[in-house]
């Protein structure tokens, strides 16, 4: 992952990729998505009001949700298609040498 000039999409897929169904600490998560523990808080946060991620208190574990499954997997999509079509579109200045 690399961890400079992500967008907010970015980091939140990244988030939903580090946390699995078995469940994932706090720590954990700042260690697989370098990002600072302000700014997690933030992400984790919002992402527990979406529902897409759940939170079992007594385990200070972090699960990824049916529907936070849902949204990951059409994240994983769009930007596919996204890089699919920008990789195979020519800048303009290379349509002038042969």
Do not use: A, G, P, V
């Given at each position: 992952?690399?961890?400079?000039?992500?967008?907010?999409?970015e980091i939140l897929s990244d988030i939903l990729k580090a946390?699995?169904?078995?469940g994932i600490?706090?720590?954990?998560i700042l260690f697989k998505t370098y990002i600072s523990h302000f700014h997690l808080k933030k992400y984790l946060t919002f992402l527990i009001q979406q529902g897409l991620i759940g939170y079992k208190k007594e385990e200070k574990?972090?699960?990824?949700?049916?529907r936070g499954f849902h949204a990951l997997d059409?994240?994983?999509k769009m930007d596919e298609l996204l890089v699919r079509k920008t990789l195979h579109k020519r800048p303009e200045y290379f349509a002038s040498f042969p």
């Open positions: 992952m690399n961890s400079s000039n992500r967008s907010k999409h946390i699995n169904t078995h600490t706090m720590n954990e574990r972090f699960r990824i949700t049916q059409l994240y994983i």
